[in-house]
């Protein structure tokens, strides 16, 4: 079983920079995928990034790549997700989630298995 909690949300300047943190308890992270996903209200959860544990490979989101960078720190069982150049089209609820490394493709939110609370991120104009 793992526990994920998210922080770092608020609101902030279209422009503006945000860094998400994940910190886990229960068990290590190092043995699986890491992601974020995002839901926009009225809208439908999507893939924003992910940290593979096999390799260190990381993947983007068309929408994000080249803004965000996500990052894992397997000393401190913690993944972040840095957000540079914010816009107000990135204002969502951020969710944290762990995927076991066999659990399917990464893109898909119905393939992770532990699923942090969410932190507000507001991106204004």
């Known amino acids: 079983q793992v526990q994920l909690v998210e922080s770092g949300g608020g609101l902030v300047q279209a422009g503006g920079s945000l860094r998400l943190s994940c910190a886990a308890s229960?068990?290590?992270?190092?043995?699986?995928?890491m992601g974020w996903f995002r839901q926009a209200p009225g809208k439908e959860r999507e893939f924003v990034a992910a940290f593979t544990w096999t390799g260190g490979n990381t993947y983007y989101a068309d929408s994000v790549k080249g803004r965000f960078t996500i990052s894992r720190d397997n000393a401190k069982n913690t993944v972040t997700l840095q957000m540079n150049s914010l816009k107000p089209e990135d204002t969502a609820v951020y969710y944290c989630a762990a995927q076991y490394v066999f659990g399917g493709s990464i893109y898909v939110s119905g393939n992770y298995a532990y699923w942090g609370q969410g932190t507000q991120v507001t991106v204004s104009s």
């Open positions: 229960g068990r290590t992270l190092g043995s699986y995928h």
